[in-house]
């Protein structure tokens, strides 16, 4: 007879690295939002003592593809919390990810990309700022943080 261990294991008990990847997709980046959502909120009751934790606070590192990788900098590097993630990334996809046009070829036959990339530069520009930082601070400034991007 086999016998299972039920509990899962919880993140705040690793004496490993604890690694979070994110997958790009655009619009569907946010699908791994709601997920890690989800972990978090596991994790808060597991340790109602902790408070609601930061992803940041959890992840020793955390990483991604596209806008995987957008996600992890929101994360890590600015620390914000999985909702203040969600509302950012919710406001950033509507802009960035709105149809230029409907036809992929112009008159003259070029083609042409299905989004803006200077709405995208922009607002990503917009995230950063908006957080205290500066769009010319670099990821490893010096500081001393338990979660690398």
């Known amino acids: 007879m086999l016998l ?7 993140a705040l008990d690793t004496t490993g690295l604890c690694l ?8 569907r980046g946010l ?11 596991q994790l808060s009751r ?6 609601q934790v930061k992803p940041c606070e959890i992840f020793d590192l955390i990483g991604g593809t596209s806008t995987g990788g957008l996600i992890a900098i929101m994360l890590g590097r600015l620390e914000m919390s999985v909702d203040e993630c969600i509302d950012r990334y919710i406001k950033l996809i509507s802009t960035v990810f709105e149809k230029k046009s409907r036809w992929p070829v112009s008159l003259s036959g070029n083609i042409r990309s299905r989004f803006d990339a200077t709405k995208l530069e922009s607002a990503i520009k917009d995230v950063v700022t908006s957080h205290g930082a ?11 943080r338990g979660c690398r991007v």
């Open 31 to 41: 699908s791994s939002l709601y997920i890690l959502k989800h972990l978090m909120t």
């Open 20 to 27: 979070l990847s994110l997958d790009g997709g655009g619009v």
């Open 4 to 10: 299972f261990n039920t509990s899962t294991p919880n």
């Open 134 to 144: 500066e769009e010319t601070d670099l990821f490893n400034d010096g500081c001393e």
């Open 46 to 51: 597991e340790r109602p003592e902790l408070g």
